[in-house]
């Protein structure tokens, strides 16, 4: 039986020029243009920042970093930016071999702080 893969996303409504979403779950080709549309939805609303809460993430793969990349450099030409909020070994891992600190701001954080 093939492997379900999840992902749980949650976007509240924008405050003062930014976005929250939430994302519980794994970040992968299979959950990429969920992704996608729930940080088209949070962008179309006109905000310049989005954070990403990704501290429930227990997997990020090249697909779902290519995603998250895209919409980081989609903010820094509107004059905005993308903070990715993360919390797991693995995901921190992915963050450290792929170097994306100048595309945009990482700021780890255990899962229960806020």
Same mark, same amino acid.
């Given at each position: 039986?093939?492997?379900?893969?999840?992902?749980?996303?949650?976007?509240?409504?924008? &405050?003062?020029?930014?976005? #929250?979403?939430? %994302?519980?779950?794994? /970040?992968?080709? +299979?959950?990429?243009? $969920?992704? !996608?549309?729930?940080?088209?939805?949070?962008?179309?609303?006109?905000?310049?920042?989005?954070?990403?809460?990704?501290?429930? &993430?227990?997997?990020?793969? #090249?697909?779902? %970093?290519?995603?998250? /990349?895209?919409? +980081?450099?989609?903010? $820094?030409? !509107?004059?905005?930016?993308?903070?990715?909020?993360?919390?797991?070994?693995?995901?921190?891992?992915?963050?450290?071999?792929?170097?994306?600190?100048?595309?945009?701001?990482?700021?780890?954080?255990?899962?229960?702080?806020?």
């Amino acid at each position: 039986m093939a492997k379900r893969h999840s992902l749980t996303a949650k976007s509240d409504l924008p &405050v003062d020029g930014w976005a #929250s979403v939430t %994302l519980t779950g794994e /970040l992968d080709l +299979a959950s990429a243009d $969920r992704l !996608r549309d729930v940080l088209e939805g949070a962008i179309d609303t006109g905000v310049r920042i989005v954070s990403v809460d990704a501290r429930q &993430v227990t997997l990020l793969d #090249s697909t779902s %970093l290519g995603v998250l /990349l895209f919409f +980081a450099r989609l903010l $820094r030409d !509107r004059g905005g930016h993308l903070e990715l909020v993360y919390a797991t070994p693995s995901v921190k891992r992915t963050l450290q071999v792929a170097a994306l600190g100048r595309a945009m701001e990482l700021v780890e954080r255990p899962a229960g702080d806020s």
